[in-house]
């Protein structure tokens, strides 16, 4: 149980256009996701938390105008990455918990995807 | 400021023999305290966790102790297999704020055949 897929695993995508990354959870109802960006040999930096129907939190330095997040459904959470360049590039992982029980404080990971922006 | 820490950036260790993965912490309200498994490109694995109403928890070869008054917590995996090569993050969350998870900057462990 637990599993969180990531579409696409990877894009490539030219300077200026934008990307859109679908995280789902396929077994459980994830009332909060999680998006986080990792850089080579670096921790995992958390960006923005998104609940159900509500709007996401973004984390200080993160420009929400810039990551759009839709968390609209208890399966489902979108990060677009707008106007996107080179800087951008980066793997994107997604993370999702359930709302009760013990696996609360569990967050579960997708397999990230991998932007390049030429 | 890093208030989950991993001091150890990486870890070599024998075969059959006991892996042991250092974190320290420095917020006391953090309450639950995680350890993921991560290989590259890849999104971290879920370990192993433990509240901090306990002093340890076990799961087959991983066991993670916890040590309050120090504000230390340690990852022992025995017996080490190769296949336990990753890196090994420690995480750490407090009730409210979401309860988002505070990332250590990671341990890269090398299990030698």
């Known amino acids: 149980g637990a599993v969180v897929s990531q579409h696409p695993s990877w894009v490539i995508c030219k300077s200026g256009t934008s990307v859109k990354i679908e995280c789902r959870s396929l077994d459980f109802q994830a009332t909060t996701m999680f998006w986080y960006r990792q850089f080579p040999k670096q921790s995992l930096m958390l960006m923005a938390t998104?609940?159900?129907?509500?709007?996401?939190?973004?984390e200080q330095g993160v420009e929400k105008d810039k990551f759009l997040i839709n968390h609209a459904s208890l399966t489902l959470s979108t990060l677009t990455v707008t106007s996107a360049h080179p800087e951008d590039s980066s793997f994107y992982i997604c993370s999702a918990r359930e709302g009760e029980g013990i696996s609360y404080n569990e967050q579960f990971f997708g397999p990230g995807t991998r932007l390049t922006v030429l | 400021d890093q208030q989950v820490k991993q001091n150890s950036p990486s870890l070599s260790v024998q075969e059959g023999r006991i892996s042991i993965l250092n974190c320290d912490y420095t917020n006391s309200m953090f309450d639950y305290f995680l350890w993921y498994k991560k290989y590259p490109a890849e999104g971290p694995t879920f370990l192993i966790s433990?509240?901090?109403i306990k002093d340890k928890n076990e799961d087959g070869r991983f066991t993670v102790f916890l040590n309050k008054s120090a504000k230390h917590l340690s990852l022992h995996i025995v017996p080490s297999q190769p296949g336990d090569s990753a890196v090994y993050f420690c995480?750490?969350?407090?009730?409210?704020?979401?309860?988002?998870?505070?990332w250590g900057l990671g341990t890269s462990l090398a299990v030698n055949p």
């Open positions: 995480a750490a969350s407090r009730a409210g704020n979401n309860r988002k998870l505070i």
């Open positions: 998104s609940n159900e129907g509500s709007k996401a939190t973004y």
């Open positions: 433990i509240s901090s």
